[in-house]
């Protein structure tokens, strides 16, 4: 394909900048197509996907059999609500359940609604225990969990929350901290919304000691634990779900990013005993659980369950992962963080100017809170492209 058909990028920035609210600082690159991990510009110049649209396409852009599926699914029916079966729902959430060790799943459209029905579900467990007065929802600072108001007040970020006050009541922010940890919660404590690694917040992964606090901590009070994986899970770090290998033991699990092959789609793992709280009418959505959204999901999923496929994300991570240890000390390049395809790079400079000069290298990355760059390409990554990574990031820490 040419990319002919395109307005050049100049044109299609302009009309953006008219038209679209501006709540994204928009680097200047207008995509038009992918194949992989590559992607190409209105002018059809080529980068390496080092973002896959914020840990969405798992499979990279324009996997075949994702394609299919969406085709096949959108040319029977595009939408049903959720008011009747479809051969699709069952069949996702079993195989979520199977890997995540949890008995149901509920589904939405994101992230931030994956979050808030997970908050309204912890409630509802406390107030059909006849203890609705155990309401506190207790997140950690530098977290981040979506922009609805519920997921916002959740959110440890000041610089995310700002303006848009009041928040909701009866939300803790804690310190990352066992310390911390230890004075915000208690009796009131409904669950305790934690990411296996605050990804948003600059890839901080919670030390051993915090992890043990709260397993000590869940045990003794009894609160209810939501692991919020969207960015972490379904392979991310080279296992199903990242809270497995550091031992944490959530009662939900939220999940959304490449749940939907690139489409939107959010969901909440529940055990049976959280399940039990919740009755038909308790929550609902009109749009969740879309069939096209679901089975370009179950196209992912079942590369997932492919014998291999994990182990070579794990190969890959661990071969760009120790490209990218030997640039540390290069230039602003400094320590490396996060656990397997999920990589952030603490940086001396602002990470734009290192986005920008990746990108003249034909590399497209992103950043995390803090000075950290943050890498998040596709779980298909070859190994030959992950050489082409670390050489042009070598590239631009020699010129910064
Ligand atoms: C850990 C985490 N939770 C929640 C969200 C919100 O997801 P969404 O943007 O789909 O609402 C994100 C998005 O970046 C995230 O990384």
Redesign the pocket.
């Known amino acids: 394909m040419t990319s002919a058909a395109f307005p050049d990028s100049e044109a299609v920035r302009d009309l953006d900048a008219r038209w679209v609210l501006g709540t994204y600082a928009r680097q200047p690159l207008s995509l038009v197509r992918g194949d992989g991990a590559w992607v190409w510009d209105t002018e059809g110049r080529k980068y390496l996907d080092l973002t896959a649209g914020?840990?969405v396409n798992a499979l990279g852009h324009a996997d075949p059999l994702v394609v299919a599926a969406i085709h096949e699914q959108a040319s029977r029916m595009a939408h049903t609500s959720n008011l009747y079966f479809t051969p699709l729902h069952g069949r996702m959430a079993e195989v979520l359940c199977r890997h995540g060790g949890l008995d149901k799943a509920f589904f939405c459209n994101?992230?931030?609604?994956?979050?808030e029905a997970a908050i309204k579900f912890a409630r509802k467990f406390w107030y059909e225990r006849g203890s609705a007065w155990r309401h506190e929802i207790v997140s950690f600072q530098d977290?981040?969990?979506?922009?609805?108001y519920g997921?916002l007040s959740a959110t440890g970020q000041d610089k995310i929350q700002t303006g848009f006050g009041p928040l909701l009541p009866g939300f803790v922010r804690s310190a990352l901290t066992p310390e911390g940890l230890r004075e915000a919660v208690g009796a009131h404590t409904a669950a305790v919304i934690l990411?296996p690694i605050?990804?948003?917040g600059g890839v901080i992964e919670p030390s051993p000691e915090f992890i043990a606090t709260l397993n000590e901590l869940q045990e003794k009070h009894g609160f209810l634990l939501i692991a919020?994986?969207?960015?972490?899970g379904l392979g991310r770090t080279g296992e199903w779900f990242a809270h497995k290998s550091p031992g944490l033991h959530p009662d939900l699990v939220?999940l959304?990013?490449p749940l939907g092959g690139g489409l939107?789609l959010?969901a909440v793992l529940l055990k049976q005993a959280v399940a039990d709280a919740i009755k038909p009418g308790d929550h609902g959505t009109t749009f969740g659980g879309n069939p096209v959204a679901v089975a370009a999901g179950l196209a992912v999923l079942d590369r997932l369950e492919r014998p291999g496929f994990l182990e070579n994300v794990r190969e890959v991570a661990s071969r760009l992962r120790a490209g990218l240890a030997s640039l540390s000390g290069r230039g602003p390049f400094g320590e490396l963080r996060g656990r397997g395809l999920l990589i952030g790079i603490a940086v001396s400079c602002d990470p734009g100017m290192i986005m920008d000069a990746a990108r003249a290298q034909g590399l497209i990355a992103y950043r995390a809170g803090g000075h950290v760059l943050r890498l998040l390409p596709p779980l298909v990554l070859t190994a030959d492209q992950a050489d082409f990574a670390v050489e042009g990031l070598r590239k631009v820490a020699d010129r910064i």
């Open positions: 914020i840990a994101s992230g931030t609604e994956a979050n977290s981040f969990h979506g922009r609805t997921a990411e605050l990804a948003e919020d994986e969207i960015q972490t939220t959304a990013k939107p959010g």
